[in-house]
C-alpha cells in the first residue's frame, strides 16, 4: 500500500496522463514488506504493429505479477522481467535490495507437526526469499516444484 500526499501530487505529470491518472513526485510505503518491479512491454497491433512502449509497475503481492504471466502470448502486453524488493529485515541487511528474479518455486514451510505451501522466490545470483514472514535460511527453503521461470 502506499501513502500520497497532496504536496506530492506532481504538475508536471498532468500534462501526459490520461482522464482518472495522477502522477506523484513522491510516495511512501506503508509496509516494510516485499515488492515486485515489473517491466512490461506494451505493443499496439492494430494501429502500428512496430510501436512497442515500455512500462514499469510496482506491485505489493505475487499474485498481481502472476495476472500478467497469465495473459500470455494472446496480449498485447508482454512481461520483460521481474524484480523482487526487499526491506532489511527480510534480505538480512539494513537497507532496501532489489534482485531480478530467475524462477518462483512452489515449497512448504513447516509450521509445528503442519506444513504449508509457499512460493519461494529465487534470484538470478541464487538467493531465496520465502513468500511468508518465515524464518528458515536459504539452505533451509525446500524448493519442490517450479513454478514460472524468467527469461533474461
Excluded at 51 to 67: A, G, I, M, P
Excluded at 113 to 142: H, Q, R, W
Amino acid at each position: 500500500m502506499f501513502i500520497t500526499r497532496d504536496a506530492y501530487q506532481s504538475p508536471v505529470a498532468a500534462l501526459f496522463l490520461g482522464n482518472g491518472e495522477a502522477g506523484w513526485s513522491a510516495t511512501e510505503l506503508a509496509l516494510q514488506q516485499t515488492w515486485f518491479l515489473v517491466l512490461l512491454e506494451e505493443s499496439d497491433p492494430v494501429n502500428d504493429p512496430d510501436f512497442y512502449c515500455n512500462r514499469t509497475v510496482l506491485l505489493f503481492d505475487f499474485q498481481s505479477v502472476e495476472q500478467f504471466i497469465l495473459l500470455g502470448q494472446d496480449s498485447n502486453v508482454r512481461l520483460k522481467s521481474v524484480h523482487i524488493v526487499t526491506p532489511g529485515h527480510v534480505n538480512g541487511s539494513d537497507s532496501w535490495k532489489m534482485d531480478q528474479l530467475r524462477a518462483v518455486w512452489q515449497g512448504r514451510e513447516p509450521v509445528d507437526e503442519y506444513e504449508i505451501p509457499m512460493d519461494i522466490f529465487e534470484t538470478v545470483c541464487g538467493k531465496k526469499y520465502p513468500a511468508s514472514f518465515s524464518v528458515l535460511s536459504n539452505d533451509e527453503l525446500a524448493a519442490e516444484t517450479l513454478k514460472f521461470e524468467f527469461s533474461h
